[in-house]
Nanobody
Framework: QVQLVESGGGQVQTGGSLRLSCAASGTIFSIDVMRWYRQAPGKQRELVAEITSDGGTTYTESVKGRFTISRDSATNTMDLQMKSLKPEDTAVYYC?????????WGQGAQVTVCS
């Protein structure tokens, strides 16, 4: 049984930094796509960043240049480094992994940016 466990998040002032981590446990041979999503109150969940198995990355326009997604295939972990945070980044952040044809989600981590 594969499980994703998130850590990090919290509350910061505008312009601050936070780091989110997501660790996959269980029997895992390979992980295809890894993603971070976020959902703000009253809004739909949106894709924030994606990293493929070969390291290719994509970001939603609003976080380009501020967020960095990374992965460690040896430990089945994924990070999201967030800098220059803005109040509009406030949301619950979810990690997502596509593993051998199945989708797995983390439990969510709250990120709050105060103005």
């Amino acid at each position: 049984q594969v499980q994703l466990v998130e850590s990090g998040g919290g509350q910061v002032q505008t312009g601050g930094s936070l780091r989110l981590s997501c660790a996959a446990s269980g029997t895992i041979f390979s992980i295809d796509v890894m993603r971070w999503y976020r959902q703000a109150p009253g809004k739909q969940r949106e894709l924030v960043a994606e990293i493929t198995s070969d390291g290719g990355t994509t970001y939603t326009e609003s976080v380009k240049g501020r967020f960095t997604i990374s992965r460690d295939s040896a430990t089945n972990t994924m990070d999201l480094q967030m800098k220059s945070l803005k109040p509009e980044d406030t949301a619950v952040y979810y990690c997502y992994m596509f593993i051998v044809g199945r989708i797995y989600w983390g439990q969510g981590a709250q990120v709050t940016v105060c103005s």
